[in-house]
C-alpha cells in the first residue's frame, strides 16, 4: 500500500512538473534594432512629436491578442508582450521615422518649449483598432493616425486624417512567427507615414 502511494505521488508530482514546463510563460518584443546615431537642431528645419501610440480596449494588454472570430478577441495566457504594447509600438515608430526622416528632429511626447522657434512643430498620432493575429494565419494591424501642425500664431490644427489596413500572412508558425510579421507590418505601416507626412508638409 505504502508502494502504491509512492507511486502515485511520484506521478503527481511528475505531472504537475510537465505541465508547468508545458505552460511556461514566454515574453516577445520586438527586435528593434538601434543604429548609433545622433541629430542636431540645426542639421533639421522640421520638428515631429510622436505621441504615446493609443490601442483600443484589451490590444493594450500583455497577453498577445488573437482574434478568435467576428466579435471575440482571446489574449493569451502564457504568450505575453514583454512591456506595455502602446510603450513599444510608439518607441518603434519614433526610432523609424527618425531614421527614414533625415531632415527632421523626431522625438517622442510633447515637452514644454519656451522658445520661440520651437514652438512650430507637426505632431503624430496613433489611434490602433486591430494588432492581433488570427485563425486564419495572419498578422493584423489596422487603425488611423492623424497629423497636427502647431505654430505659435495659429496654434494646433489639425492636417490630415489617414486610415490604414494592413492582413499580413504569417510565414512561420507559433508565436514567434505573429511577432516578427507584427513587427515588420508596423515597420512598413511607419516608412509609408513617414513619405506621406513629407508630402503633407506646409
Same mark, same amino acid.
Request: hydrophobic share 40%; glycine share 6%; net charge negative.
Given at each position: 500500500?505504502?508502494?502504491?502511494?509512492?507511486?502515485?505521488? +511520484? +506521478?503527481?508530482? #511528475?505531472?504537475?512538473?510537465?505541465? @508547468?514546463?508545458?505552460? @511556461?510563460?514566454?515574453?516577445?518584443?520586438?527586435? *528593434?534594432?538601434?543604429?548609433?546615431?545622433?541629430?542636431?537642431?540645426?542639421?533639421?528645419?522640421?520638428? /515631429?512629436?510622436? *505621441?504615446?501610440?493609443?490601442?483600443?480596449?484589451?490590444?493594450?494588454? #500583455?497577453?498577445?491578442?488573437?482574434?478568435? =472570430?467576428?466579435?471575440?478577441?482571446?489574449?493569451?495566457?502564457?504568450? /505575453?508582450?514583454?512591456?506595455?504594447?502602446?510603450?513599444? #509600438?510608439?518607441?518603434?515608430?519614433?526610432?523609424?521615422?527618425?531614421?527614414?526622416?533625415?531632415?527632421?528632429?523626431?522625438?517622442?511626447?510633447?515637452?514644454?518649449?519656451?522658445?520661440?522657434?520651437?514652438?512650430?512643430?507637426?505632431?503624430?498620432?496613433?489611434?490602433?483598432?486591430?494588432?492581433?493575429?488570427?485563425?486564419?494565419?495572419?498578422?493584423?494591424?489596422?487603425?488611423?493616425?492623424?497629423?497636427?501642425?502647431?505654430?505659435?500664431?495659429?496654434?494646433?490644427?489639425?492636417?490630415?486624417?489617414?486610415?490604414?489596413?494592413? +492582413?499580413?500572412?504569417?510565414?512561420?508558425?507559433?508565436? =514567434?512567427?505573429?511577432? @516578427?510579421?507584427?513587427? *515588420?507590418?508596423?515597420?512598413?505601416?511607419?516608412? =509609408?507615414?513617414?513619405?506621406?507626412?513629407? *508630402?503633407?508638409? /506646409?
Amino acid at each position: 500500500m505504502k508502494t502504491l502511494l509512492l507511486i502515485t505521488s +511520484l +506521478l503527481l508530482v #511528475l505531472s504537475g512538473c510537465s505541465s @508547468a514546463i508545458q505552460n @511556461a510563460t514566454q515574453y516577445y518584443q520586438f527586435e *528593434q534594432p538601434i543604429d548609433s546615431s545622433s541629430r542636431n537642431i540645426s542639421e533639421t528645419n522640421a520638428q /515631429l512629436r510622436v *505621441q504615446t501610440v493609443i490601442l483600443r480596449g484589451a490590444l493594450n494588454n #500583455l497577453g498577445i491578442a488573437m482574434k478568435i =472570430d467576428n466579435n471575440q478577441i482571446h489574449a493569451a495566457n502564457y504568450h /505575453l508582450w514583454g512591456e506595455s504594447p502602446d510603450v513599444m #509600438l510608439t518607441a518603434t515608430a519614433q526610432q523609424t521615422l527618425f531614421k527614414n526622416m533625415p531632415t527632421w528632429m523626431v522625438i517622442k511626447g510633447l515637452p514644454v518649449i519656451t522658445e520661440l522657434d520651437q514652438q512650430t512643430f507637426y505632431e503624430l498620432e496613433y489611434e490602433i483598432h486591430h494588432f492581433n493575429g488570427d485563425m486564419q494565419g495572419n498578422a493584423n494591424i489596422s487603425g488611423l493616425w492623424h497629423l497636427y501642425y502647431t505654430h505659435p500664431e495659429t496654434g494646433r490644427r489639425l492636417i490630415s486624417v489617414h486610415n490604414f489596413s494592413r +492582413l499580413v500572412p504569417i510565414k512561420e508558425d507559433g508565436y =514567434d512567427g505573429l511577432v @516578427a510579421t507584427l513587427e *515588420q507590418t508596423w515597420l512598413n505601416i511607419n516608412l =509609408d507615414v513617414a513619405k506621406a507626412i513629407e *508630402q503633407a508638409r /506646409l
